[in-house]
Each structure stands twice: as C-alpha cells, then as structure tokens.
C-alpha cells in the first residue's frame, strides 16, 4: 500500500518558519522525484518546490524562492519542505506528490502527472 503522509503543519505568525515533513511508504522513494504543491481557497494548485531522486537538483516557485527549501532523506523514505519567512500568501493546503517519471520544468509543474499523492496538511499564515 502506498502511503504519503504530511505533518508539520499549523497556525504560524506572519515571518514564522514552520517544516513540513511527507513520510512515504509502499514505492520505491529513492526512485521518485519529489514534489511540494499547495492549494489556497479557490485557486488552483500550485508547485511550490520539486526535489530530484538523489537529491541533487531542486526548483521552487518563484513567490517562495529564497523562503523556502526542500530536502529529502531516502535512507528514511522522507521529503521536507523548510518554510521560512511566511506570509499571510502562503496560507493554503500543502500536499506532497511523487512519480518516477517527471524529470523536466513543464512535467513538474504538472499536477496531473504525479502518480501519488498525500493527505496534505493545513498551513495557515495569520497574526
């Protein structure tokens, strides 16, 4: 059974930092490119940052470069996502997402093409 389970979510001031953590289990992880998206209220989902399978290339939206970082543990099978800075625009639900095959710009950015997906978990930015 395949699993991704995101924790580390919550309620954080403006200028807060919180870490997100996505647990994977059931695939092979170090074999998946890994990816952080969000959804805010009525607006569609959007990737916020993409991690390659060893780790070694990353990529992030433009609103959240230099805020945020993602990294991965494939000896524990999980992927984080190091938010700092947060603003009241981060606010959404933050999901993790995988698959074995997304490897250009135009295919990470892609929702449709990630095979698995997580829960998410609330991230609410608000004083």
């Known amino acids: 059974q395949v699993l991704l389970v995101e924790s580390g979510g919550g309620l954080v001031q403006p200028g807060g930092s919180l870490r997100l953590s996505c647990a994977a289990s059931?695939?092979?992880?170090?074999?998946?490119?890994m990816s952080w998206y969000r959804q805010a209220p009525g607006k569609e989902r959007e990737l916020v940052a993409v991690?390659?399978?060893?780790?070694?290339?990353?990529n992030y939206a433009d609103s959240v470069k230099g805020r945020f970082s993602i990294s991965r543990d494939n000896a524990n099978n999980t992927v984080y996502l190091q938010m700092n800075s947060l603003k009241p625009e981060d606010t959404a639900v933050y999901y993790c997402?995988?698959?074995?095959?997304?490897?250009?710009?135009?295919?990470?950015?892609?929702?449709?093409?990630?095979?698995?997906w997580g829960q998410g978990t609330q991230v609410t930015v608000s004083s």
């Open positions: 997402a995988a698959d074995p095959f997304v490897f250009t710009p135009q295919a990470m950015g892609d929702p449709d093409r990630y095979r698995y």
């Open positions: 991690i390659t399978r060893a780790g070694t290339g990353t």
């Open positions: 059931g695939f092979t992880f170090s074999s998946y490119t």
